[in-house]
């Protein structure tokens, strides 16, 4: 009776983190992550992270929590780096590069997206089948107002994802305002004409 006990109270102090290893803690802040439970997670990650967990994936769900909940877009930064330069071939270390280059990066000259796209467009080159990724280098390009390579990433984002409505709707106004743009032009053509 007494073992059973020892395990239960064992069992207990690994789900709440509470003087767990920083494998049992990583596995728990994995787990709210999933959730989304970010600031939850936050503290369990750093603590694996502290512990020697040697994991590009942490590296990613922390530089995520950091970014968000504490706003601290420098150290996610920093060990992203870190990670993709031991870890040169981890889709998902570019692709939250680009979430924190966007989120915190230089807005003058729209810097922020622009380095946001060149770290994503890493992380579609080394992943063929994550659709949020192809969505995401849509939308950078959608930001810089290069139309016709955001809706050829939208529809590949769609290949991967045919049933994501949200993807449909990207592409419509696409099209929409490239159609707008073709008029505009046409009719700044037409003034340009009449002023000779």
Request: net charge negative; charged share 25%.
């Amino acid at each position: 009776m007494k073992s059973i006990s020892v395990v239960i109270v064992a069992s207990i102090l690994l789900l709440t983190g509470c003087g767990s290893s920083p494998e049992a803690a990583k596995q728990r802040g994995f787990d709210l992550y999933d959730l989304q439970k970010f600031a939850d997670a936050l503290p369990l990650l750093e603590k694996a992270y502290a512990g020697g967990i040697d994991d590009p994936e942490l590296v990613v769900r922390l530089a995520y929590c950091q970014a968000t909940i504490t706003a601290d877009g420098l150290t996610a930064l920093n060990i992203l780096r870190k990670s993709a330069e031991k870890y040169p071939n981890y889709a998902r270390t570019y692709f939250e590069l680009g979430y924190v280059a966007f989120q915190f990066g230089s807005t003058d000259n729209q810097q922020n997206v622009r380095q946001a796209l060149g770290f994503t467009r890493k992380a579609v080159q080394l992943d063929s089948i994550d659709y949020k990724m192809r969505d995401n280098l849509a939308m950078d390009f959608f930001l810089l107002g290069e139309l016709d390579s955001a809706e050829y990433w939208f529809k590949a984002a769609q290949v991967l994802n045919p049933t994501e409505a949200k993807l449909d709707a990207k592409i419509l106004q696409v099209k929409e305002l490239k159609h707008r743009k073709a008029v505009d032009d046409s009719l700044a053509t037409l003034d340009t004409m009449k002023i000779q």
